[in-house]
């Protein structure tokens, strides 16, 4: 066991010189590939706004549930990405076949450290909005006070949000987003989705980090 060990260190050290003991990131062990991988991952950030499911869409727009390499090529012009597609294509088909299967491209959010960022998702309508607010007024706080509320609130009807972040600029379904949010099981004044617990959309706001833009007050 000490003789497999010590080769282990040794490869340890050349990859972690300055003696880091967390989890090896894979752009330390292909770094080229990685940037290609975090390069894919922002593209279908800024042209899905964290939907997987559409991005998925986009690749596989004959709904075949698969993306050939051609669809893939397709697709990566589509979004502007100009790493190496081909390589690209190669690293997330597992199979190895041509056909890069969905949770493979899914993969991507778990390897990709913008995923870890901006945690491309596929929850919709909910995590739009709450990576909006994230990135309009920093979290709940901000919102609150862009709106004209004064101190903290526990919670917001959704009628309430809806309108308020229609009114400060919001561009997907307010109301839909904010229905989706204040439907929680085990409460039941709000299961019926009439308001929305703040503490839990800053929840999902902080599960989506991204640099702030300031709130106009």
């Not at 909910?126 to 903290?152: H, N, P, V």
Request: aromatic share 10%; with cysteine; glycine share 10%.
């Amino acid at each position: 066991c000490e003789a497999l060990r010590s080769p282990g260190r040794k490869i340890w050290t050349a990859l972690r010189p300055d003696g880091f003991q967390g989890p090896l990131e894979f752009h330390e062990l292909a770094p080229e590939e990685g940037r290609d991988l975090e390069s894919f991952a922002h593209l279908l950030h800024d042209y899905t706004s964290y939907d997987m499911e559409e991005a998925w869409r986009l690749f596989d727009f004959n709904g075949q549930n698969f993306i050939s390499f051609d669809r893939f090529v397709s697709g990566c012009k589509k979004i502007g990405f100009e790493g190496n597609v081909e390589r690209l294509f190669g690293g997330l088909d597992a199979l190895g076949v041509g056909r890069m299967q969905k949770e493979d491209f899914f993969y991507l959010t778990k390897i990709a450290r913008a995923s870890r960022k901006i945690r491309l998702s596929h929850r919709g309508h909910a995590g739009e909005l709450a990576s909006w607010i994230r990135l309009t007024c920093g979290d709940t706080e901000g919102f609150l006070s862009a709106l004209g509320f004064k101190g903290k609130k526990p919670e917001i009807s959704v009628r309430a949000l809806a309108i308020g972040a229609k009114n400060l600029g919001f561009p997907g379904e307010a109301l839909l987003a904010a229905s989706k949010l204040a439907r929680r099981p085990g409460d039941p004044r709000v299961q019926s989705g009439t308001h929305v617990k703040l503490a839990e959309l800053d929840a999902l706001i902080d599960d989506r980090p991204e640099d702030h833009l300031e709130c106009d007050h």
